[in-house]
T-cell receptor
Framework: GDSVTQMEGPVTLSEEAFLTINCTYT??????LFWYVQYPGEGLQLLLK?????DKGSNKGFEATYRKETTSFHLEKGSVQVSDSAVYFC???????????FGTGTKLQVIP | DVKVTQSSRYLVKRTGEKVFLECVQD?????MFWYRQDPGLGLRLIYF???????EKGDIPEGYSVSREKKERFSLILESASTNQTSMYLC????????????FGPGTRLTVT
């Protein structure tokens, strides 16, 4: 079955540091890939997505590139802010009735 | 803006009680979902619905049931709550087919004592 593996957290960074959160996946066919973010006390919200190989999703300074050859979708940001502190979930959709498979989440804490 | 609302942010129930969690979305979405979120396990799908009165089991349906009598409302029912159902419950909705965004409610933190 489909699965998503994320790097374990928590990740603690200083403000303006470079961020990478690793995500790899296993799926049949050609899935679409997502990053969702959950701020404290809130539900998840879509951060970015990519629907085919070599696509790059980007939003709010975050980027992720769909790498079919390495089955990866790593999240990056060049300079994190305190307001980026949240839990980040990698997810995939491989067709059918909207069933999305989520990773376990990676907590990011950015300190001033 | 899409809005998904959940009936309670926090809920405390006793073992054996019947528990109803309500979710309402205001964007006429076809699909609705119930997840539970636990530390180290991420989000796990309990049930989803792609149309009124239609439901499909997710990965962990045991101990739960659902009801969707109206398009905008999707209810999760714990027939006899147990302590291992203490968790954060998230409702989500999405439109149509394909790789579309799911919109989440703020969650209900359920504690079963």
């Amino acid at each position: 079955g489909d699965s998503v593996t994320q790097m374990e957290g928590p990740v603690t960074l200083s403000e303006e540091a470079f961020l990478t959160i690793n995500c790899t996946y296993t799926a049949t066919g050609y899935p679409s890939l997502f990053w969702y973010v959950q701020y404290p006390g809130e539900g998840l919200q879509l951060l970015l997505k990519a629907t085919k190989a070599d696509d790059k999703g980007s939003n709010k300074g975050f980027e992720a590139t769909y790498r079919k050859e390495t089955t990866s979708f790593h999240l990056e940001k060049g300079s994190v802010q305190v307001s980026d502190s949240a839990v980040y979930f990698c997810a995939l959709y491989s067709g059918g009735y909207q069933k999305v498979t989520f990773g376990t989440g990676t907590k990011l804490q950015v300190i001033p | 803006d899409v809005k998904v609302t959940q009936s309670s942010r926090y809920l405390v129930k006793r073992t054996g009680e019947k528990v109803f969690l309500e979710c309402v979305q205001d964007m006429d979405h076809e699909n609705m979902f119930w997840y539970r979120q636990d530390p180290g396990l991420g989000l796990r799908l309990i049930y989803f619905s792609y149309d009124v009165k239609m439901k499909e089991k997710g990965d962990i349906p045991e101990g739960y049931s659902v009801s969707r009598e109206k398009k905008e409302r999707f209810s999760l029912i714990l027939e006899s709550a147990s302590t291992n159902q203490t968790s954060m419950y998230l409702c989500a909705s999405s439109r149509g087919q394909g790789a579309v965004e799911q919109y989440f409610g703020p969650g209900t933190r359920l504690t079963v004592t």
